[in-house]
């Protein structure tokens, strides 16, 4: 059976390769999209600041639409040219008035959360949205942005009030060619606009923070096995910003190398907003999860990369596996098993005595023993129970030949045999192998020709020749050199030729005892030595 436990071996050394294959590959995607997130932050940071850039933009043109309203500007206009602040009271009443029709004119995604009306000397004369009804008359115009917009430019800026950050824009107010002041509004960073930029970054967890606060954030979608990256998580790390070896960055360059959050599964990068808000320490977070792939991802295999497997070439080697492994599970097995079947079937239809275990291989050579061993067992068992001689066997060698004698090393434990009668002559002793004179050449082995006498001879009739009696002595060579070593025995001067001699002279003398068809030999130990034993078969 060793060509097919090699071939279990084998399948299991594949199962193993493959397992080890699928994780390695798994472990190389996983490498690669945890890199290409890092990569895409350093881009998300990008388009965020443009996204910014350009909302700036679109509020500037938007403010300007509303500072160029012929009543609005001519209101500035009074307003620049009072004289006192009553006038400013019942005048800021009307300008508030009107910077709320203008503002309501807008679609919901585009109007101002705060104007401000700013007149050529700093102060607020009119405001409409966030605390309108305050601020009347305070000086606002010492501020980069109102001043720039106060001289003629175009300005935008994110400030920090009451706890939220608004997205401010400036233009100035032109009436019959001049300066008469400046319009501020701006929009909150609220979850609406934060979500509008996750979406744009196709599922990003975006967040917007000041003063070690976040302010607002919107968490991201789960990415391919991973959950999205949580921004409350994001929010503990605002207390080290610029303060830790891995955000030093913060500070001389305003934003961060790629930060690994989430416990490592997932990965961010802080950066600061142009403004009042970013040098006062704020700014907006971007973060990704690390895609990992899932346990599943065989069960849902995407319809392309199923086409492109050639399946041909699989189903040939799976076919041609298979069938390799039957052919060696037959020669292995089933072969010697259906041999020994039909050898069964021969000896239970009484064509044969026994079963002859040289005819049979692997497994079925050893079974085949075993069930000649019990059917001996059995036959004495029923012989004795009848009452009747039992059949002479291995166990009755001793009553047949004598006791068993190792006393000649150099005959290899030879099986001795009693004194010849009184006034007869001891039987010829063989040549032994290799001597001169008329015995056999040295290296072969004595026939039971030489022995039995001319012609075929009852003694064959367990053997069909020759060879098949010298295979058998063979194995008989090996046993006994194995239980030699097994009894710590020297094998000195113990050949094969010598057992050989041993043998056949042992033989003829139990043919002629017993009349026996045939004998066969086994070995054994005794007093901690190995011996033989001769079973004549009738």
């Known amino acids: 059976m060793l060509v097919s436990r090699f071939w279990y071996l084998l399948l299991a050394t594949i199962a193993s390769i493959a397992i080890a294959f699928a994780m390695l590959v798994r472990g190389a995607y996983e490498h690669d999209r945890a890199k290409d997130a890092e ?5 998300d940071r990008r388009q965020i600041e443009e996204y910014l850039r350009t909302d700036a933009r679109v509020r500037i043109d938007t403010l300007r639409e509303l500072a ?32 709320g029709e203008l503002n ?9 959360h705060v104007l401000i009306a700013v007149d050529t000397r700093g102060y607020v004369v009119g405001r409409d949205g966030f605390n309108a009804s305050q601020g009347i008359g305070d000086f606002i115009g010492a501020h980069p942005l109102v001043a720039a917009a106060l001289n003629g430019y ?42 509008r930029i996750s979406d744009a970054l196709a599922g ?11 302010d607002a954030a919107h968490d991201g979608i789960a990415e391919r096995g991973r959950p999205a990256v949580r921004a409350v998580l994001l929010g ?22 790629v930060l690994q959050v989430d416990s490592g599964h997932g990965v961010a990068v802080f950066a600061k907003i142009p403004g ?44 041609v596996s298979f069938l390799l492994a039957m052919l060696w599970l037959f020669l292995e097995h089933d072969g010697p098993n259906a041999s020994l079947r039909k050898m069964l079937g021969l000896l239970a239809s009484r064509k044969i005595e026994r079963l002859d275990p040289l005819k049979l291989r692997a497994s079925a050579r050893q079974m085949a023993l075993a069930i000649n061993e019990a059917f001996e067992a059995a036959m004495k068992a029923e012989l004795t129970r009848a009452g009747a001689a039992p059949r002479k066997s291995v166990e009755d060698i ?31 002793r063989p040549s032994a192998p290799g001597a001169n004179g008329n015995g056999a050449p040295r290296g072969s082995l004595v026939s039971s020709v030489e022995f039995v006498g001319d012609g075929p001879s009852k003694a064959f009739a367990l053997f069909a020749n020759a060879n098949e009696e010298q295979t058998h002595w063979r194995e008989v060579f090996d046993a006994f050199v194995n239980e030699r070593k097994k009894n710590n025995e020297p094998l000195d001067g113990v050949t094969f030729e010598k057992l050989a001699v041993t043998l056949e002279r042992n033989k003829k003398a139990l043919v002629d005892k017993t009349q026996c068809k045939a004998v066969r030999f086994a070995v054994h130990s005794k007093d901690g030595k190995a011996a033989l034993k001769a079973t004549p078969i009738k």
């Open 39 to 43: 990569t895409l932050l350093a881009g």
């Open 68 to 99: 160029t309203a012929a009543d609005f500007t001519r209101m500035m206009n009074q307003a620049r040219e009072r004289t006192n602040d009553s006038a400013l009271r019942e005048l800021s009443g009307r300008i508030q008035q009107k910077l």
């Open 104 to 112: 309501n004119r807008l679609e919901e995604n585009s109007r101002s």
């Open 154 to 195: 175009l300005r935008d800026d994110a400030w920090p009030l009451q706890g939220s950050v608004y997205r401010v824009a400036a233009v100035p107010v032109i009436h019959q060619g001049r300066y008469v002041g400046a319009l501020v509004g701006g929009r909150t960073v609220d979850d609406v606009f934060v979500t």
């Open 204 to 214: 990003a967890t975006v967040g917007f923070f000041s003063a070690g606060r976040m």
């Open 236 to 257: 503990e790390t605002l207390g080290r910003l610029g303060g830790d070896p891995t955000t030093r960055e913060w500070t001389s360059r305003g934003y961060t190398n």
């Open 276 to 319: 009042m808000v970013g040098l006062a320490g704020g700014g907006f977070v971007v973060a990704r999860p690390k895609p990992v792939l899932p346990s599943d991802f065989l069960l849902h295999p995407p319809g392309d990369l199923t086409k492109s497997i050639k399946w041909g070439t699989v189903i040939g080697f799976g076919v």
């Open 398 to 428: 001793d009553k047949l030949l004598g006791p068993e004698s190792m006393g000649d090393p150099d005959a290899a434990n030879m099986i001795a045999f009693p004194p010849p009668a009184p006034g007869q002559a001891p039987p010829p």
